[in-house]
């Protein structure tokens, strides 16, 4: 019998056509390790493409952006964020009582006409008939991702692919719903690259160059916050030590990732602890912020990012962490949430965009007003998640 690691890349073999996708939350760890999956296909010569849909533009204004946080990585630019040309339209012409002379088109207003001439004879339209062809991959391979919905367009502009194309699933987290004909759920594994790198190591080592192991070790860095949170384990430590012998480049990663924090940040992020509180045992913690501190700081809203990796980090038994500051005569909200709470229904009242990892968004009402009607909102709904 074969094994699940042996199954995947039976998989792989009889596949022609690779799609790759992952959550539209873009979380580190999904990104590097499809792109890592990505350069070790292409090593075993298969047509692979990477898609996931682009992550909200509410939050790439609010957050960093991918295309800053990411491009570092090897073939970054590969990532595609639709499926084009999933399935091709057939026209078929019966040319059994008349050969075909010459072929031209036209592209009209509103429609696309062919002018078939014939070398003898002629033509009717019982000879015309339509199709469209299969899909074009063969194969689905889904990473660090729970639940078909978490594509978002992907998934929702072609469910008929996905339910009739053959899916590999690869996973480290329990609330995986083994979506897929082949599920690789690795739940003691800190992250989905660090089960990559034991697929990949059980195929071939050698394959494993100095990008796959920075993409694998990026995964790795993201998932732990650079190795600063409690999920840590020997196995993921062994992993890294060998992702790095083998050429990953921890500097670059952490350079791009977790770069020293500027003087401006560390003056937000004081302003930011002088107003911290918290509440239902501080599962539940939020700060506000004026324009004043923002101008006084010289410091903008995508600073904030590197604030809220500082509260996960430093406050581990944070379920939710929310931000409410002011925002173009307006009240913002940014809310934060791990540990399988969604950040979009302790605000949905607010009609937020987002994920259910970071959700956004903003209120007419003055901050002061606003913040005390949102942390009500939020501490009523973290009760009744906490009971």
Not at 102 to 114: A, P, T
Request: charged content about 25%.
């Amino acid at each position: 019998m074969l094994t699940k690691n042996q199954q995947i890349f039976e998989q792989i073999k009889k596949s022609n056509n690779i799609l790759i996708t992952f959550s539209k939350e873009w979380d580190g760890d999904s990104v590097a390790s499809a792109l890592a999956l990505f350069l070790f296909l292409k090593k075993l010569d298969k047509n692979v493409n990477v898609a996931a849909e682009k992550l909200d533009d509410e939050v790439s204004a609010s957050l960093k952006a991918p295309s800053k946080s990411f491009s570092f990585l090897p073939s970054f630019n590969e990532i595609k964020n639709s499926i084009n040309n999933l399935r091709k339209f057939i026209i078929s012409l019966d040319i059994t009582n008349a050969k075909v002379s010459q072929i031209k088109y036209k592209v009209e207003e509103s429609s696309l006409d062919f002018i078939i001439s014939p070398k003898n004879g002629f033509f009717t339209h019982d000879d015309i008939t339509s199709s469209t062809s299969g899909f074009k991959y063969d194969l689905i391979i889904t990473l660090d991702t729970p639940d078909l919905e978490s594509f978002g367009k992907i998934y929702d502009n072609d469910t008929e692919f996905f339910y009739k194309t053959t899916i590999i699933n690869i996973d480290h987290k329990s609330n995986n719903e083994e979506y897929g004909q082949i599920n690789e759920i690795e739940l003691s594994a800190v992250s989905t690259s660090e089960v990559l790198f034991s697929l990949f190591d059980s195929y071939s080592r050698e394959l494993i160059d100095e990008d796959i192991a920075t993409c694998l070790l990026t995964g790795i860095i993201c998932k732990t916050k650079s190795f600063k949170t409690p999920n840590i384990t020997p196995h993921a430590l062994l992993t890294t030590s060998q992702l790095v012998s083998m050429g990953g480049r921890r500097e670059e990663i952490v350079n791009n990732l977790y770069k020293s924090r500027s003087i401006n940040v560390l003056k937000l992020w004081g302003r930011v602890l002088a107003r911290l509180n918290g509440a239902v045992d501080n599962a539940f913690i939020w700060s506000t912020l004026s324009k004043v501190d923002f101008v006084k700081t010289e410091s903008q809203e995508n600073n904030l990012c590197d604030i809220i990796d500082e509260l996960i980090i430093n406050i581990p038994e944070a379920k939710v962490i929310a931000l409410i500051y002011e925002f173009q005569e307006k009240t913002k909200v940014m809310v934060f949430s791990m540990k399988n709470v969604n950040s979009m229904n302790l605000i949905k009242e607010l009609n937020p965009h987002g994920t259910e990892k970071t959700a956004i968004a903003i209120t007419d009402k003055p901050l002061q007003i606003a913040e005390k009607e949102i942390i009500e909102l939020i501490k009523e709904k973290m009760k009744k998640i906490i009971i």
